[in-house]
C-alpha cells in the first residue's frame, strides 16, 4: 500500500520561498518517476516537476529557474524547493508516485 504525505504549504509573500515535501510509504519508491502537481481554483491539474529513479528532471515552463525538485530515495522523500514564488504560484500542490498513487494536497498561497 502506497501512501504519500505533502507538507511544507503556506502563505508567502511573492518572491519569497516554500520547500514542499512528500513522504511516501511502500516499496517501490526507488523505482518510481516522482512529481509534484499542482492545481490552482478552476483550472485543471498540471504538472510542475518530476524526477525519475535515476535523477533526471523535467519542469514546466512556468518554475523553470525558480523549483527544483529532488528526491533522497533511502528516506523516501521527494521535495520541491520553491523560489522566486509568483501569485500565479498559488494553487494545491500534490505528490504523485509514477501517476498512480496521489497524496491529499497542501495549500501553497502567494500573495503580492
Known amino acids: 500500500q502506497v501512501q504519500l504525505v505533502e507538507s511544507g504549504g503556506g502563505s508567502v509573500q511573492a518572491g519569497g520561498s516554500l520547500k514542499l515535501s512528500c513522504a511516501a510509504s511502500?516499496?517501490?519508491?526507488?523505482?518510481?518517476?516522482m512529481s509534484w502537481y499542482r492545481q490552482a481554483p478552476g483550472k485543471q491539474r498540471e504538472l510542475v516537476a518530476d524526477?525519475?529513479?535515476?535523477?533526471?528532471?523535467n519542469y514546466a515552463d512556468s518554475v523553470k529557474g525558480r523549483f527544483t525538485i529532488s528526491r533522497d530515495n533511502a528516506k523516501k522523500t521527494v521535495s520541491l524547493q520553491m523560489n522566486s514564488l509568483k501569485p500565479e504560484d498559488t494553487a494545491v500542490y500534490y505528490c504523485?508516485?509514477?501517476?498512480?498513487?496521489w497524496g491529499k494536497g497542501t495549500l501553497v498561497t502567494v500573495s503580492s
Open positions: 504523485s508516485q509514477g501517476g498512480s498513487y
Open positions: 511502500g516499496s517501490i519508491f526507488s523505482i518510481s518517476t
Open positions: 524526477i525519475t529513479r535515476r535523477g533526471i528532471t
